[in-house]
């Protein structure tokens, strides 16, 4: 056994994906980066998906990386703030700004080929995307609170894309005493 147990830590590139998405994460967190990478796979790193105390979590500054997920390979881009824009201008000034989960971030497809993307090249208006892959409705009203003032948007478009945005098993604690 314990043979089999140095070995696994030693080589983890060989588990089964599957296996290794599957673990309890405190066994996630001994494994090496390298366990969760295959010709086929690029998770995001540790570094690349940050803690915050407003939102619970959202991606890191100025992202640039390969994902691949199987078949499916796209950039994750994110701007200074950790979202998917390439105008740092559209926090000062935007015409529409949306927020929502990963669909609404462009998870699985490039950047120019997000839904908001697409609605800003479509319309010619300047369209702030603060939305991020895994968020749900906890986090809509306080990253509307914190960038929708100074972007003084016109229209705002809160993305509900599946079941889990609305489910009541999403809880974060933000600051000492709010729990929501």
């Not at 996630?28 to 295959?38: K, M, S, Y």
């Not at 994902?67 to 200074?80: F, M, N, P």
């Not at 529409?96 to 971030?105: A, E, K, N, P, Y």
């Amino acid at each position: 056994i314990v043979l089999l147990e140095a070995t696994g830590f030693i080589f983890p590139n060989i588990w089964p994906l599957e296996v290794v998405r599957d673990l309890p994460p405190w066994v996630q967190n001994v494994l090496p980066e390298r366990a969760f990478e295959r010709h086929d796979f690029r998770a995001l790193r540790d570094n690349e998906i940050i803690d915050d105390p407003l939102f619970g979590f959202r991606y890191a500054a100025n992202l640039d990386i390969p994902i691949r997920q199987g078949e499916i390979s796209y950039r994750l881009i994110t701007d200074s703030h950790g979202y998917s824009n390439l105008d740092e201008s559209l926090y000062k000034s935007s015409d529409i700004l949306v927020t929502g989960d990963s669909f609404t971030m462009g998870s699985t497809v490039e950047f120019n080929e997000s839904w908001a993307q697409q609605l800003a090249t479509t319309s010619d208006l300047r369209v702030l995307n603060l939305g991020i892959g895994g968020w749900s409705v906890y986090q809509y009203p306080r990253v509307l609170e914190q960038y929708s003032a100074n972007a003084a948007p016109t229209t705002i478009i809160v993305t509900l894309t599946n079941w889990s945005d609305l489910s009541l098993g999403h809880y974060y604690e933000y600051g000492q005493n709010e729990r929501v």
